[in-house]
């Protein structure tokens, strides 16, 4: 599944302390589905019978998450930083529209499952 997403928020930064200034980053997400492709094992084969579907509409084409995220900024002179951060990424809504149908090869059964997006997210850069 991929996502366009558009995220909004707010960063908290510290006053700086010698060389170092924190942040916090509150926010939240909307992800726009722009591709969404599966493939499927056949568990009774050893892997040679694999096939490809498009599952685009089985799967929403909104999500939304919400998420914290905070760093540290190490200035190099007076308008360059490097930055470093770590966040957490939880998605609230379902992205899976099975409709309480899943794909089984002995044929469809219901069940009613749900898919949630969590991330961890890294930030590495540079500030000027």
Known sequence: ???????????????EFG??????????????????????NDPSQSGENEEKFN???E???IY??????GGIEYSLSTS?????????????????DD???????RGNRKEDAKAIINAITLKLGILF
């Open 64 to 69: 939304m998450s919400w998420g914290v995220g």
């Open 55 to 57: 599952i685009t509409k």
């Open 99 to 105: 409709n309480g149908t899943v794909f089984d090869p």
């Open 1 to 15: 599944m991929q996502y366009l997403e558009i995220p909004i928020g707010l960063k908290m930064r510290t006053n």
């Open 59 to 61: 799967v929403n084409g």
């Open 80 to 96: 360059t930083s490097l930055i470093a951060g770590l966040g957490f990424q939880i998605g609230f809504t379902d992205v899976s």
């Open 19 to 40: 060389y170092i200034r924190y942040f916090l980053e509150p926010g939240i997400s909307i992800g726009i589905k722009t591709q969404a492709r599966g493939v499927i």
